[in-house]
């Protein structure tokens, strides 16, 4: 089994057996056969405390996006970062084109926890986009942006960086976070927001969260993709 990989995606940094490989729209490679091919993806929720919402994968085409970083957020990202919903998103995947594949999972992953799903790719869609949400924050998901593998590798691993889908501010008010303890899912601060999907910058001890508690460093998520 092949362990190299490659990491497209315009945002997401890759470590491979303890090397990070940055953005490299270049050297675009496809999935080694030009059928559809089936790829394994566990998602592993890497943070102390978080709650991730049910994940959303797509594959897709070069011609679209299931998230831009630097870019205002969609109503799918908006609903997926604020309230764990990912439904708007998938149904607004589903009906793009150049998306062949969408997949939700089936419930949220606690801390520590991990899930597998299978995604199907082919030469034209290429790319996987992935994002859940941290619940127990105002707007914060975890995402990965159009990552892609070497024709031929087998596997590979990914660690996800989190955004902050610039849709609601950061009050850290209770009275606006889905996640535990609170559960106030629906209910959003309408003070205003930063306006596009940025590098998440953690928990600051808002009125409700405790950095101790409730920050998560880095990374929230371990992907390992898997062809199978
Ligand atoms: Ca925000």
Redesign the pocket.
Known sequence: MNNLTKALPLCAAAAIAGSVFFADAVNADVPSASGPQMFEVTITNLTATQILSAPIVTSHSDATRMFVPGMAASSGIQALAEDGDNSILAMSMSADIEVLDVVTFPGNLLPGASMTMNVTMDTFHRHLSMASMLVTT??AFFGIDSLTMDRGVDSAVFFAPVF???T???SEDGMYIPGPPFGNGGSHDLAP??GFIHFSSGIHGGSSLAPSEWDWGSYAARIEVRRL
């Open positions: 105002n707007d902050d889908s610039g609601e501010a950061n927001a930063e």
